[in-house]
């Protein structure tokens, strides 16, 4: 235990130089700046970290009394060696990328490739090294830090500080960073997101646990004394709730800050961010061993990295799993969902499809999303994690989410098409008959397929307000899904509208 504690300080003050240099390395006039030798001297603290990491995880060996396992063994090495080295690889290229004003177009070009490159590899690699412990570790493992017992678990005393909120502000800050590069690629300026910051993020832990005690009151906090309402650190907190504080108290407070600056590109900008911390925040589930699925069979899940699903076989309120089962990480699910909305959001909307739409537009994308995926995961859940007596109207509520940022972005193009009309400022492109047309057919028939299924399915199915994927819920998701479908045709037949008056007045002449 010994060595692990001095190699960890080694490594410690090794991350600390190199962080340190590459804030140091971008305050330097251009004029004295050369990358090649700061990447060199960079290699050099990165490597002697990598080193202290590696020998401190075979402190932790030794301190476990693991039995050295060829195949085991392997993964650490690597683990241990590669994960700290691309980690803070991507660390210190983050801080020159979005900090360094005078970094080469060139260089900036090549940086972004590997910085993805660098967070795909250090993730990897993480599981690499994990793997190598795994078996050695005891489950559950600590979800929190007790100031008089150290580490304590989900079924071993109650922890001051908890990973889940250590996980819920980590994730706040990376959206913080991420948003206030884009707003300084926007605006040229650090920072003008951070008083909105301080404004959104309490509102959303408050929104996230008043929406927790309504909707739990009467099987939770009816017979309770009062004050157990503010307890949040037993537990008890709703993405959704948060969602949409945080969103309205953040809004509101920029459009009060920062009146010369359009509203709508901040809402692009972090709204749709908020699907990355809600995946970190799903991590804090995992150590919690919470909002999980059902049993299944450990062999259909052992393709995820061994700490994963080993630290699964425990629930915080059912318990050790049967031998040979686990609970399904629906934490690792919903995770993954969240970060490929987020891109699919940003990249696929908001720069391959920019021309079809307008500001404001990747904001209620984020709320379509939301919905879509807590419609998909609510069912998965066992019943202690849904909401209320039956869980079914935090469902219902899901299923409001599509149709309200459907509507949101309807309401956003047609207020936006008046008002261009009053200015005179609407223009019909050369095409726009065509693919308008195109585009309202194609509407209208995915729209009224999928209004008549759920139609059916809800006629000849009974109401049960249960969650589960029963006929008539299935063909309520898919009548709800229709529905905001069908509201997209709006757009398309203004502008097809328009263009056939264009093209009316052209023949006229």
Same mark, same amino acid.
Request: aromatic content about 16%; hydrophobic content about 50%; glycine content about 8%.
């Given at each position: ?13 090794? #991350? ?5 240099? *590459? ?11 050369? /990358?090649?030798? $700061? ?38 090495? &690597? ?6 080295? #691309?980690?803070?690889? @991507? ?9 360094? +004003?005078?970094?080469?177009? +060139? ?56 990973? /889940?909120?250590?996980?819920? @502000? ?25 008083? *909105? ?16 005690? &309504? ?10 004394? $009062? ?58 589930? /995992? ?29 915080? *309120? ?24 987020? $891109?699919?959001?940003?990249?696929? $909307? ?55 940022? #459907?509507?949101?972005?309807?309401? !956003? ?20 008959? %065509? ?33 589960? /994927?029963?006929?008539? !819920? ?20 203004? !502008? ?6 264009? %093209? ?6």
């Amino acid at each position: 235990m010994i060595l692990a504690i001095i190699f960890s300080i080694a490594f410690a003050i090794c #991350t600390g130089i190199s962080i340190y240099q *590459t804030a140091s390395f971008i305050k330097s006039p251009i004029a004295v700046k050369d /990358y090649r030798n $700061f990447a060199l001297r960079q290699l050099v603290f990165i490597a002697l970290a990598s080193i202290s990491f590696l020998i401190m995880s075979f402190g932790f060996y030794n301190w476990l009394d693991a039995a050295f396992e060829v195949g085991y063994v392997f993964q650490l090495v &690597v683990g241990g060696l590669l994960f700290p080295f #691309t980690l803070l690889s @991507l660390i210190n290229g983050l801080i020159i990328r979005f900090r360094d +004003k005078n970094i080469p177009e +060139k260089l900036s070009k090549w940086s972004y490739y590997l910085l993805i490159a660098g967070f795909v590899l250090s993730v990897v690699f993480f599981f690499v090294y994990t793997n190598g412990l795994a078996p050695y570790l005891t489950y559950p493992l600590p979800n929190g830090i007790s100031f008089t017992d150290g580490l304590v678990t989900p079924n071993g005393g109650s922890p001051n500080i908890t990973f /889940y909120a250590i996980c819920i @502000l980590s994730g706040a800050i990376l959206v913080y960073f991420v948003c206030d590069h884009y707003m300084y690629k926007e605006y040229g300026k650090h920072g003008l997101l951070e008083s *909105t910051f301080y404004v959104a993020f309490p509102a959303g832990i408050i929104g996230a646990r008043l929406w927790y005690v &309504v909707g739990n009151w009467s099987i939770e906090f009816q017979n309770r004394p $009062f004050w157990s309402v503010f307890a949040i650190w037993e537990g008890g907190l709703t993405i959704l709730g948060g969602a949409l504080t945080g969103i309205i108290a953040g809004v509101l407070f920029y459009m009060w800050r920062h009146k010369d600056k359009s509203v709508f590109v901040g809402i692009d900008i972090v709204v749709p961010c908020i699907l990355l911390a809600q995946a970190v925040g799903r991590i804090g589930n /995992y150590f919690n061993c919470e909002v999980h699925g059902f049993l299944s069979d450990v062999t259909y899940w052992k393709w995820l990295p061994e700490i994963i699903w080993r630290n699964m076989t425990f629930s915080s *309120t059912a318990g050790f799993a049967p031998e040979g089962q686990i609970y399904v990480p629906l934490f690792f699910i919903e995770g993954l969902a969240n970060v490929l909305g987020y $891109f699919v959001i940003t990249k696929v $909307f908001g720069r391959l499809l920019r021309k079809y739409i307008e500001l404001g537009d990747l904001g209620a994308g984020y709320i379509i999303w939301y919905g879509l995926t807590r419609i998909l995961m609510e069912p998965l859940r066992i019943a202690d994690y849904q909401m209320g007596q039956d869980g079914y109207w935090s469902w219902v509520w899901s299923m409001a989410f599509v149709l309200v940022g #459907t509507l949101l972005i309807v309401i !956003n193009h047609v207020v936006r098409y008046v008002i261009r009309k009053k200015k005179g400022i609407y223009v019909v492109s050369e095409n726009a008959k %065509r693919s308008n047309t195109i585009a309202t057919i194609v509407i209208a028939v995915i729209a009224i397929a999928l209004i008549l299924t759920g139609a059916l399915l809800m006629a000849n199915h009974p109401f049960v307000a249960k969650v589960t /994927y029963n006929g008539f !819920n299935v063909g309520l998701i898919i009548l709800i899904i229709g529905i905001s479908v069908f509201s997209l045709m709006t757009i398309s037949l203004i !502008n097809l509208f328009e263009a056939l008056k264009v %093209r009316s007045a052209h023949e006229k002449v």
